[in-house]
């Protein structure tokens, strides 16, 4: 059924490295853990542009949350195994079986721009 | 007059449309409303047959927007339902609309909505909670009796609390995730506000049990219930969290009247208290940066237009479309995964979530419930006033390590101080909804939902 949405570009490709250059001079107000060079670069890793005021006034968040996660250096964890979900226990997989699911016409209204049942980007080369 | 059976009705169905579009209009609970109730295809019979309910727009429903309150997705429609709203149509009820939120439901006021503004129907002036704020509105006011939404932190029992209506967040995966837009996968689960504790549970009987569609949904395997006398945990650690005098009060009034019932109150200790917080944070930011990382502009969700590349068009696309909040959550979700931060971090972060449950467990060894406040402060002010972004998340302490461990909670309205209504909450071991209930629901004997003003009187 989804055999005839055909993406002209795969998501995995647009993960090539970034040349967007933050402007992040003259932005006060940081010290501790996240300086501006590693809230500049976790943004370019989020996918994110921020502008000097969002950069200070996120930065500062950001800052006021680590400062809130330090604290958990004063617990001790020796010896407890992580937990990354409370209940889930096993795998399932489900049965290799063909369905259907007539979704393909309103997946594709959903586009931003699209020619037929292409989905159009900006030129990848 | 009766509401119950709104959509089969036309008489009925015309003074309910009235009224709907009324208070929504002054209240701002839904971001997509339809009066005539005639969108979802629902079965029309069943054991809630012409009951209309509310649905937070980060759960899918058949042909409606699917905006989670965000900007990125302002335009998305829906291609398919959920499988909690398929199951409840099924049962013959009718979907009112979608209600209002914060942005992918990271906030507590409602006010991270980039859509609608949505009121507190006890005051105008105040926020309805958050995240699934419209929904507990719309069912406060009366436009629904039951509304789903999603809790990942408390996102569920706080606006419930705020409102004065019941609100239940299920076991994790008691209930099908299918068609909720994902924030933390391994946090989050789909909830019911309601009116009374047996539209709650209504609901819940006929959402819950496994789904195919979704492969972390568990099946529903009730834990033996007991009946009778109970014994109440409260955590010792309560005491320090700095709280309203109105919370404190409601905090002993609760005490007094579980004992009145027959009940026994023990203390219990949880040494991980102080860290719930950090931990929740860390947990749930981490896997939001992950979860987000699907809106790139490509396939669905707003799209910059002035982008000359596809790397650019991704960058662009998600610094217009994200608010601040959600911008803040995925930096800092980025931050804690970061090669050479993550032991620091998420690691650390997932072994105090480990001592949490060994709490949990070693206190459900003595007590059947725990009780605990759901936050700190009454209803507050619209604007951050009273409030900063800082200090809601903080405020997550009695709520979110439900989340971490997983268990079944209910918030239920204890108390209208000054005015506003105040919530306590209930938290059982895992598949313990049903003694939630029954706990509830002799607490709703003594003490029903109380009605905000210009509440309807269709539902009762």
Request: negative net charge; aromatic residues 8%; glycine residues 8%.
């Amino acid at each position: 059924m989804y055999g005839q949405l055909t993406w002209v570009v795969k998501f995995e490709t647009l993960f090539l490295p970034f040349f967007f250059v933050l402007d992040t001079c003259g932005t006060p107000g940081l010290t501790t853990d996240m300086d501006l060079q590693e809230l500049s670069a976790t943004a370019r890793m989020a996918r994110l542009s921020l502008s000097p005021s969002e950069m200070e006034k996120l930065g500062q968040a950001v800052e006021q949350m680590l400062q809130h996660f330090s604290h958990m250096k004063e617990i001790d964890v020796e010896g407890l195994a992580p937990t990354t979900h409370a209940l889930l226990r096993e795998n399932r997989t489900r049965d290799d079986t063909e369905r259907t699911a007539d979704v393909s016409d309103a997946l594709l209204a959903n586009a931003p721009q699209r020619e037929e049942r292409f989905i159009v980007v900006p030129n990848v080369l | 007059m009766d509401w119950h059976g709104t959509a089969t009705a036309e008489r009925l169905r015309n003074t309910w449309k009235e009224f709907a579009q009324k208070r929504d209009q002054e209240l701002g609970c839904f971001l997509q409303l339809d009066p005539e109730l005639g969108r979802d295809g629902s079965a029309l019979q069943g054991s809630l047959a012409g009951v209309p309910f509310g649905v937070k727009d980060n759960i899918a429903v058949r042909s409606f927007r699917l905006t989670c309150g965000s900007r990125i997705l302002r335009e998305f429609v829906s291609p398919y339902s959920a499988t909690v709203v398929e199951r409840l149509a099924n049962a013959g009820a009718i979907v009112a609309g979608k209600t209002n939120l914060d942005e992918f439901g990271m906030g507590s006021s409602t006010e991270n909505s980039a859509l609608r503004e949505t009121r507190n129907p006890w005051d105008a002036r105040r926020v309805p909670g958050g995240s699934s704020g419209g929904s507990a509105a719309a069912v406060a006011a009366g436009i629904v009796p039951f509304a789903l939404g999603s809790d990942t932190g408390g996102s569920v029992r706080q606006p419930a609390s705020f409102c004065g209506v019941f609100g239940l967040k299920p076991t994790w995966g008691a209930v099908s995730r299918y068609g909720l837009v994902a924030y933390a996968s391994s946090l989050e689960v789909i909830g019911v506000v309601a009116k009374t504790v047996s539209f709650a549970e209504q609901a819940f009987e006929i959402m819950r049990g496994q789904d195919p569609m979704d492969h972390s949904s568990l099946p529903w395997l009730p834990r033996a219930q007991k009946s009778g006398r109970l014994h109440i945990g409260v955590p010792r650690e309560c005491a320090d969290v700095p709280m309203h005098p109105d919370v404190k009060r409601t905090v002993e009034r609760t005490k007094g009247l579980l004992t009145d019932l027959g009940h026994t109150i023990k203390e219990v200790s949880f040494p991980t208290f102080d860290h719930v917080v950090s931990s929740y944070y860390v947990i749930a930011t981490a896997e939001a940066s992950a979860n987000l990382a699907r809106f790139d502009g490509v396939r669905y969700g707003h799209r910059a237009l002035r982008a000359d590349n596809p790397e650019e068009m991704t960058l662009l696309s998600r610094t217009e479309g994200f608010g601040e909040e959600v911008k803040l959550r995925i930096l800092l979700g980025t931050y804690v995964l970061r090669s050479g931060f993550q032991d620091e971090y998420y690691l650390r972060a997932q072994k105090i979530r480990t001592a949490i449950r060994m709490d949990f467990e070693k206190a459900f060894a003595g007590v059947d419930l725990v009780l605990m406040p759901v936050y700190p402060v009454p209803p507050f002010e619209r604007g951050g006033a009273d409030s900063d972004p800082f200090s809601q998340k903080l405020a997550d302490i009695f709520t979110c390590s439900a989340n971490l461990a997983g268990l079944p909670a209910m918030s239920f309205p204890a108390a209208v101080e000054n005015g506003l209504p105040i919530g306590m909450q209930f938290l059982a071991p895992a598949f313990g909804e049903g003694l939630l209930f029954e706990a509830c629901r002799q607490v709703e004997e003594v003490f029903p939902s109380p009605d905000a003003p210009g509440y309807p009187t269709g539902w009762s």
